[in-house]
């Protein structure tokens, strides 16, 4: 069964940092792409970045590539999201989640249970 | 890098069938056949329910189904439930290696 563990989450103030992690287990953590979306509190999904198994091709949301940065490490099984100069429209739940298609930025098919980031003073 | 546009609800009876679009442009819903559509209770992680536009992965009823039409993706779900009520979305892959999500649909069982 595919499980993906997200951690890291929690209060910060603006200007701030934090860099959230995604435990994988359950299939070849290293043959699939990731993905990390994110959720504000009562609004839609939005896409932040997709990453390739081999990390050679990392994309990102266009208003979100000065400032946030994703890798992963195969060996540990694990995806990170380092997001830096936090706002308060940085704030939502942040899901991991699996491609499973060609393209490494096409819709996923399996999602963690999510993080809750709030940035707030 | 602009979202998909869903209608932000939609109702049926148990019984009936309701049908969500989701509107995109000849780079994306109608470019490629990676449209997916995704079920989210509240407090809960989306599920996906379609993939590459009509499949459906296993455990998912057959009550739901996908198809496409130019620019445009519909999600019919039929013989509704009253554990249907939730919120769908729809993705696709677009140009340049983008990601995008429509704004949901909440969909009520009257």
């Known amino acids: 069964e595919v499980q993906l563990v997200e951690s890291g989450g929690g209060l910060v103030k603006p200007g701030e940092s934090l860099r959230l992690s995604c435990a994988a287990s359950?299939?070849?953590?290293?043959?699939?792409?990731m993905n990390w979306v994110r959720q504000a509190p009562g609004k839609g999904l939005e896409w932040v970045s997709s990453?390739?198994?081999?990390?050679?091709?990392?994309y990102y949301a266009d208003s979100l590539k000065d400032r946030f940065t994703i890798s992963r490490d195969n060996r540990k099984n694990s995806l990170y999201l380092q997001m830096n100069s936090l706002s308060a429209g940085d704030t939502a739940v942040y899901y991991c989640?699996?491609?499973?298609?060609?393209?490494?930025?096409?819709?996923?098919?399996?999602w963690g249970q999510g993080t809750l980031v709030t940035v707030s003073s | 890098q602009s979202a998909l546009t869903q209608p932000p609800s939609a109702s049926g009876s148990p019984g009936q069938s309701v049908t969500i679009s989701c509107s995109g442009t000849?780079?994306?819903?109608?470019?490629?056949?990676?449209v997916s559509w995704y079920q989210q209770h509240p407090g809960k992680a989306p599920k996906l329910i379609i993939y590459?536009?009509?499949q459906r992965p296993s455990g998912v009823p057959d009550r739901f189904s996908g198809s496409k039409s130019g620019n445009t993706a519909s999600l019919t779900v039929s013989g509704l439930q009253a554990e249907d009520e939730a919120d769908y979305y729809c993705?696709?892959?677009?140009?340049?290696?983008?990601?995008?999500f429509g704004g949901g649909t909440k969909v009520t069982v009257l």
């Open positions: 989640a699996r491609t499973f298609d060609v393209l490494t930025a096409s819709p996923p098919d399996s």
């Open positions: 359950g299939f070849t953590f290293s043959s699939y792409s």
């Open positions: 990453i390739s198994s081999t990390s050679n091709y990392l």
């Open positions: 000849s780079t994306d819903v109608g470019g490629y056949n990676f």
């Open positions: 590459e536009v009509t």
């Open positions: 993705s696709s892959y677009a140009d340049f290696n983008i990601l995008l």
